[in-house]
């Protein structure tokens, strides 16, 4: 998602409902294994987004940016979260609350096709962190 271009009806509304907060670096959004208590949109700023391998090493899968949307999959599927989110550099970040993100979903079928395209984009990156993962052993 880029919200500096026309957003879509997801984007739209969520930025309607959002508490914008500034985060510093080094602190956490929130981590894997928690129970989801929203979706957070990225303005500026970076959130490194790791996760634990089967040996208990942490391990970077990625570096959300400006304009992204992360943790809508662990509340849109009502499951834990996959990784854990720390604030690389300082950010200004909105969240929207679970509640209201299912009250959003409901509200428009529209809305609805821009949730499958961002978890789309967000299976399609898994595979690239994928790659480079197995590129970097």
Request: one cysteine or more.
């Amino acid at each position: 998602m880029d919200l500096a271009l026309e957003p879509h009806p997801l984007e739209t509304a969520l930025l309607e409902e959002q508490n914008l907060q500034v985060w510093p670096a080094g602190r956490t959004l929130f981590f894997e294994g928690e129970e989801p208590r929203g979706v957070y949109l990225i303005h500026n700023g970076t959130i490194d987004l790791v996760f634990s391998a089967r040996d208990g090493r942490a391990k970077t899968l990625r570096v959300a940016r400006g304009g992204q949307i992360i943790g809508l999959s662990s509340v849109f599927s009502r499951r834990t979260h996959d990784y854990t989110a720390t604030v690389h550099s300082t950010c200004e970040v909105g969240f929207v609350d679970a509640a209201t993100f299912h009250r959003i979903l409901e509200s428009s079928p529209a809305i609805w096709f821009s949730v499958l395209r961002l978890l789309s984009e967000d299976v399609n990156s898994c595979y690239d962190c994928m790659r480079d993962i197995a590129l970097a052993r």
